[in-house]
């Protein structure tokens, strides 16, 4: 049996991941591909509830270093739970982010020790890394104003309540990631019309991936 693949999908808040994952999801199932699509964190029952630890501001103060920790703990119930029994059994995986989000979030924007978290990764996933990783980058200031416009009236969480220079370090650390790893996180301008984003999308997958996509 062939090994499925891993493609994961990244950005800051309002980039449009979750769209971009169900579009890629249904064209690679119109081509007949098995295709499950997952989020981190979360994915199982019991991970979805270490993310709901991890998002709920609640009363008591949470370190850089435990947001850290909970997120690892949440990937690693997820993969042996969920992806890589789906990856041997051939099926492709579409998850919305991955430990590109750990560094970039925890890392970057929290100011968590890099080495730290590479350590927790080899730990946790050391042979295993997504086979392609799609970065959907805009401007914060319009992915903050989107993320608001969708949000409505709902209470922001963790994360959604952090202000501006917080996601201009996140942007900075993803873009500095894909600078370092060129060939496996693809940059998508998620600034552009939907349309132009799910073409930028199909040509990257079929580069990257060897794959027919269908228009």
Request: glycine share 8%; with cysteine.
């Amino acid at each position: 049996m062939t090994a499925g693949r891993f493609i994961t999908l990244e950005g800051i808040e309002g980039a449009g991941k979750s769209t971009v994952a169900r579009f890629v999801r249904d064209r690679l199932r119109a081509n007949g591909v098995r295709v499950l699509m997952t989020r981190e964190p979360g994915g199982t029952p019991l991970a979805e509830r270490v993310r709901q630890i991890v998002l709920d501001r609640g009363d008591e103060h949470m370190t850089p270093q435990a947001e850290t920790l909970l997120m690892f703990a949440a990937r690693s119930v997820h993969l042996d739970n969920l992806i890589r029994p789906a990856l041997a059994r051939g099926d492709w995986v579409v998850c919305d982010r991955f430990t590109d989000a750990t560094r970039a979030y925890q890392g970057g924007g929290r100011g968590v020790s890099a080495q730290w978290i590479e350590h927790l990764a080899r730990e946790i996933h050391g042979d295993l890394s997504p086979d392609c990783t799609l970065l959907l980058d805009l401007p914060v200031s319009v992915g903050l104003e989107r993320a608001k416009v969708r949000a409505g009236d709902a209470a922001a969480d963790r994360f959604e309540s952090e202000r501006e220079p917080f996601f201009e370090r996140v942007r900075a650390a993803y873009l500095g990631l894909a600078q370092a790893e060129p060939d496996r996180i693809r940059l998508i301008d998620a600034g552009a019309p939907l349309a132009d984003v799910e073409r930028q999308v199909i040509s990257v997958l079929k580069k990257a991936l060897q794959v027919t996509v269908p228009e």
